[in-house]
């Protein structure tokens, strides 16, 4: 995949003066390209000087990094313990077959990002969908069908 | 100056140092994995823990990272508390690598005979670091560190690939406590299996002994000034040559001349 570097360089200049702000860059790269490209990663090791195992590392330890292009939505099934007790695995099984992808994946077509999130703190609305950030709760099969046809229809309006 | 006392021995530290610093130099020993003189300590393997005692006090602490800077501190590197905790570190470690010898024999020392634990993965790498530190602060490479967290945390190059910055030294293996990263060499190539790194070797430009991985010669003379030409020889050659180039000089007469 061609990635745009003049943006990578734009994010780095903003940067550039302060120090040890590679977390924030790397955030600012990552909502960008809605991953971290391995050429953005190597640009930011050469202009920043900081070896590329660093970046490396941060990318690794924290969750909110991706090393693979993620969909455009994402999509976190709550598999906490009062979701999971409230039917999760069974929504999850619903999105998963729609989908056809594995929990962690992106469809090919790189619209979606289905993975698992343990507990976001709202048990009480369990079982439950964060959909792009927003939370879908008491789901049931036919509520789920609901909620993804929903974006589906969206979606084939926009494009 | 502090002065404190380490199981029952009245110590003074000059300067800055560190428990286990001081310890050791009083021929106190605290066993470590994770430890070595040449980088900054880590505190990564709990083995060097010691209880310390101030009035009625007493905490465990990492003796390795702690700094000694309170005067009348009283340490113990053989409580009942601290065996007790260092035989669980040992028991864990036993789990991970049961293999490694270092460990069987801190274990044995301990009087662990087997682990309570059983891993169906073992790993020889402890996660203590110092691959990575000796990469970063000595070599100035940085070709490894650690990757992912928690169950997953390793030590790899970027991309688990082989790496690029890697000079083929091996200082990391050398420093390895457990023996975890294996180098091999067949065919004028060294192989770093651990880092999935191949690096060509090189043949002494007099003798056509392989002696070194080829780009380290370069990433030396990068770091200091040396004779070039020296560095394309091996150990032997470079000796010979360093002593032909001497028989040039009268070396029994005051005012070293040179001869014709
Ligand atoms: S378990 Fe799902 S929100 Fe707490
Ligand atoms: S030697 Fe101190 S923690 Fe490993």
């Given at each position: 995949m061609n990635v745009d570097l003049g943006k990578v360089d734009k994010l780095i200049d903003k940067y550039r003066?302060?120090?040890?702000?590679?977390?924030?860059?790397?955030?600012?790269?990552?909502?960008?390209?809605?991953?971290?490209?391995?050429?953005?990663?190597?640009?930011?090791?050469?202009?920043?000087?900081?070896?590329?195992?660093?970046?490396?590392?941060?990318?690794?330890?924290?969750?909110?990094?991706?090393?693979?292009?993620?969909?455009?939505?994402?999509?976190?099934?709550?598999?906490?313990?009062?979701?999971?007790?409230?039917?999760?695995?069974?929504?999850?099984?619903?999105?998963?077959?729609?989908?056809?992808?594995?929990?962690?994946?992106?469809?090919?077509?790189?619209?979606?990002?289905?993975?698992?999130?343990?507990?976001?703190?709202?048990?009480?609305?369990?079982?439950?969908?964060?959909?792009?950030?927003?939370?879908?709760?008491?789901?049931?099969?036919s509520r789920t069908d609901k909620l993804l046809e929903g974006y589906h229809e969206e979606n084939k309006k926009s494009s | 100056m502090v002065r404190i006392n380490i199981d029952s021995k009245e110590v003074e530290a000059n300067g800055e140092s560190t428990l286990l610093e001081l310890a050791r130099k009083n021929g106190?020993?605290?066993?470590?994995?994770?430890?070595?003189?040449?980088?900054?300590?880590?505190?990564?393997?709990?083995?060097?823990?010691?209880?310390?005692?101030?009035?009625?006090?007493?905490?465990?602490?990492?003796?390795?990272?702690?700094?000694?800077?309170?005067?009348?501190?009283?340490?113990?590197?053989?409580?009942?508390?601290?065996?007790?905790?260092?035989?669980?570190?040992?028991?864990?470690?036993?789990?991970?690598?049961?293999?490694?010898?270092?460990?069987?024999e801190m274990s044995a020392e301990m009087g662990i005979k087997q682990s309570r634990f059983i891993l169906y993965d073992n790993d020889d790498c402890i996660l203590c670091g110092l691959c990575a530190r000796v990469c970063e602060e000595i070599i100035g490479k940085s070709a490894v560190s650690f990757t992912d967290r928690g169950p997953d945390r390793k030590v790899s190059t970027p991309f688990n690939e082989p790496s690029e910055e890697c000079v083929g030294c091996t200082a990391c293996a050398f420093v390895c406590p457990t023996g975890a990263i294996k180098v091999e060499e067949w065919d004028e190539i060294r192989f770093i299996e651990k880092w999935n790194t191949e690096i060509p070797l090189q043949k002494c430009a007099k003798c056509d002994m392989l002696y070194t991985p080829a780009n380290t010669p370069g990433y030396i003379l990068s770091k200091m000034q040396l004779p070039e030409n020296l560095l394309r020889l091996c150990e032997k050659c470079r000796r010979k040559s360093v002593a032909e180039s001497l028989s040039n000089y009268d070396v029994t007469s005051k005012n070293v001349i040179i001869k014709k």
């Open positions: 003066d302060e120090e040890a702000a590679y977390i924030p860059l790397l955030q600012d790269i990552n909502s960008e390209f809605r991953y971290l490209p391995r050429d953005a990663l190597k640009r930011v090791s050469q202009k920043m000087e900081v070896p590329l195992s660093h970046l490396f590392r941060l990318a690794t330890f924290y969750k909110s990094f991706s090393l693979v292009p993620r969909g455009e939505h994402e999509i976190q099934v709550c598999m906490g313990t009062a979701c999971h007790v409230r039917g999760a695995p069974r929504v999850l099984n619903k999105i998963t077959q729609q989908f056809q992808i594995y929990p962690g994946e992106t469809t090919a077509d790189q619209k979606f990002t289905v993975e698992t999130v343990n507990c976001v703190g709202a048990c009480a609305l369990g079982p439950l969908v964060v959909f792009d950030g927003k939370y879908f709760g008491h789901l049931n099969l | 106190i020993e605290i066993p470590t994995l994770c430890h070595h003189q040449a980088v900054t300590p880590y505190g990564a393997c709990r083995l060097c823990l010691v209880e310390i005692k101030k009035e009625d006090e007493t905490k465990l602490v990492a003796s390795c990272t702690y700094p000694v800077r309170e005067d009348g501190i009283t340490v113990l590197t053989q409580s009942p508390k601290v065996n007790r905790v260092r035989k669980m570190i040992l028991e864990f470690l036993l789990a991970r690598c049961p293999e490694v010898e270092i460990i069987q």
